[in-house]
C-alpha cells in the first residue's frame, strides 16, 4: 500500500506562482508513474500532468501546457507540481496519484491505483 502525502496548497492572486509536493509516507515513490489531477467545486476531476518513473515521460492537459512543470526528485523521494502564472480557473484540490502499471509511460486516462488526500489551491482575481 503506499500513502501518498500532498503539500503546498494555499491563497495565491492571479499571476502567482505555487509548488506543490508529493510524497509516500513510510515508502517510495520509485518504480510508480506518477499524476496530478485537479477538482475545481461543482465539477469533475481531470487530469493535470504526468511523469513516468525514470522521468523519461511526461504529459500534460491543455490547461496546464506552458503554465504547470511536473519533475521528480528520487532522492528526496518527491515529486513536484510547479503552476506559474495562475489563474481564478485553476483553484481546485490538486490530487497526487501513482500506480505500479506506469513505471515506463505516463498517462492522464488511467486508473491510477493511489491516491492522496488532496490539496486545496485557491487563486483570486
Known amino acids: 500500500q503506499v500513502q501518498l502525502v500532498e503539500s503546498g496548497g494555499g491563497l495565491v492572486q492571479a499571476g502567482g506562482s505555487l509548488r506543490l509536493s508529493c510524497t509516500a509516507s513510510g515508502s517510495t515513490l520509485d518504480g510508480l508513474g506518477i499524476a496530478w489531477y485537479r477538482q475545481a467545486p461543482g465539477k469533475e476531476r481531470e487530469g493535470v500532468a504526468c511523469i513516468s518513473d525514470r522521468s523519461d515521460g511526461e504529459w500534460y492537459a491543455d490547461p496546464a501546457k506552458g503554465r504547470f512543470t511536473i519533475s521528480r526528485d528520487k532522492a528526496e523521494n518527491m515529486v513536484y507540481l510547479q503552476m506559474n502564472n495562475l489563474k481564478p480557473e485553476d483553484t481546485a484540490v490538486y490530487y497526487c496519484?501513482?500506480?505500479?502499471?506506469?513505471?515506463?509511460?505516463?498517462?492522464?486516462?488511467?486508473?491510477?491505483?493511489?491516491w492522496g488526500q488532496g490539496t486545496l489551491v485557491t487563486v483570486s482575481a
Open positions: 496519484a501513482a500506480d505500479h502499471r506506469l513505471s515506463k509511460i505516463c498517462a492522464l486516462d488511467f486508473p491510477y491505483n493511489y
